[in-house]
């Protein structure tokens, strides 16, 4: 006999947001080597302004307009059709993949600081990762949501700790230098750009489970505005205590915050924030699998992909087939390069979110008087014009990755490769349903 459903609180949900989109600054590493002492936190204030305030605003009004299961693919279907839902929900699956394989990568990287020996059996250790958290998802969103809660707070505490430590050390005066672009290359600003929007993207992917969360209207709007609130100010702590405590950018990418922890506090800070990268590595899949495996099962019901992907699970009512599926593909791609993935990351999740946007638009000027409990105070005019922030970070991102002197073009190609793709297996389905006479 299946659970009764339970839905997602308030508090469980900020703590998912924040942990699909965030996790605490790891990954933030490569920014000072990119962008200096004297542009990352310029960069760190500018790039949240224009590439997530746009993005969250567009969320919680469509949102709140359509709090349904599928979220954003089901937004841009209303609005565009379902040829470009397809597209957006394609990108999104492909792009998350890559994502996902990421975190487990990363949790052997802090879990080296402990035992170095740990690395040679990377493969293994990602693979139990990997379907631990599928177990995990299986069970339903309320234990991922309490899961989240937990691990959230194992992943502030470290940086916590290392504020009030800095504090303590540098007798409360940071001193930061003066910001400013002038000196810094194009490329590597728009290396800077990829680093940060990967830090901050996923605002979206919280919507896919919308009827699953209790009073998702109120919940959505305090949960987005409190995880983003946390995320860039323990952004912005991070940074500045690197840039106080004079820490080298290159050994700042090379062995992550641990080594400030090290630098600032001695071993047992370095080896707390240890603990909080493997934390943020397990919750950040954890809770990206949650949204990324409710996609394949609203696409599987327009028969746009298998049937037996919308399958949901007799006890505990998840879409267990999709979510197995989705760690089939995550455990075939942990071999991947970091710095590739993240501009694979971004490009392909860039392209989906001005599906959004134009569905934001779209939706605008064909149901002006729908009811949108959160509706952005701008008018249509005005809406393409916010669009054009977020489409210039993406641009300059873009062109550096291309005209960079390092390996940064090859992973550029493959995500517009990858995005390219969505057509082709556009054109497949239709032939196939064309035959079936679906």
């Known amino acids: 006999m299946p659970i009764p459903v339970k839905k997602l609180k308030t508090v469980q949900l900020a703590a998912v947001i924040f942990l699909t989109v965030s996790g605490g600054p790891y990954g933030l590493e490569p920014l000072l080597t990119y962008a200096g002492n004297n542009a990352a936190i310029l960069l760190l204030l500018i790039t949240p302004l224009l590439w997530d305030i746009p993005s969250i605003l567009t969320v919680l009004e469509l949102n709140s307009m359509l709090p349904v299961t599928g979220g954003y693919y089901q937004w841009v279907k209303r609005g565009l059709g379902l040829r470009f839902a397809f597209y957006e929900g394609w990108w999104t699956w492909l792009y998350t993949f890559v994502d996902l394989a990421i975190y487990p990568v990363l949790f052997v990287e802090y879990a080296s600081f402990f035992f170095p020996e740990i ?40 940086f916590v700790a290392l504020f009030f430590v800095a504090l303590l050390k540098y007798s409360g005066h940071f001193t930061i230098p003066t910001q400013t672009l002038k000196g810094h290359s194009f490329s590597n600003i728009g290396l800077a750009f990829y680093t940060i929007m990967w830090n901050f993207i996923g605002w979206d992917n919280t919507t896919t489970y919308a009827e699953e969360v209790d009073k998702p209207g109120r919940s959505y709007f305090t949960s987005i505005i409190t995880a983003f609130l946390i995320v860039l100010g323990i952004y912005l702590i991070a940074v500045l205590i690197a840039i106080q405590s004079g820490i080298s950018a290159r050994l700042l990418n090379e062995q992550g915050f641990p080594a400030l922890g090290n630098l600032v506090g001695g071993h047992w800070l370095g080896a707390l924030i240890a603990i909080g990268g493997m934390a943020s590595a397990l919750g950040l899949y954890s809770a990206v699998l949650l949204s990324v495996s409710r996609v394949p099962q609203v696409m599987a019901e327009d028969r746009l992909l298998p049937r037996i992907l919308s399958s949901l699970h007799p006890k505990f009512n998840s879409p267990y087939i999709s979510i197995i599926t989705c760690s089939a593909v995550v455990s075939l791609m942990i071999i991947w390069t970091f710095s590739d993935l993240l501009i694979i990351d971004v490009t392909v999740y860039g392209a989906a979110l001005f599906l959004e946007y134009a569905a934001l638009i779209k939706l605008r000027i064909i149901t002006p008087l729908e009811n949108r409990p959160f509706k952005i105070p701008l008018p249509v005019a005005g809406l393409c014009l916010m669009i054009l922030l977020p489409f210039t970070v993406y641009s300059i991102a873009l062109i550096a990755a291309f005209t960079s002197e390092g390996t940064t073009i090859t992973p550029a190609i493959f995500a517009l490769a ?5 057509e082709v297996m556009w054109q497949i389905i239709n032939f196939k349903n064309k035959l079936t006479g679906a």
Do not use: H, M
Request: charged fraction near 10%; charge should be positive; hydrophobic fraction near 60%.
């Open 119 to 158: 690395e040679a059996y990377k493969i293994p250790v990602c693979l139990v990762i990997i379907w631990f958290s599928a177990a995990l998802n299986i069970r339903g969103i309320v234990p991922v949501g309490k899961t989240s809660i937990f691990l959230g707070i194992v992943v502030l505490i470290p």
């Open 418 to 422: 990858t995005i390219l793709t969505a």
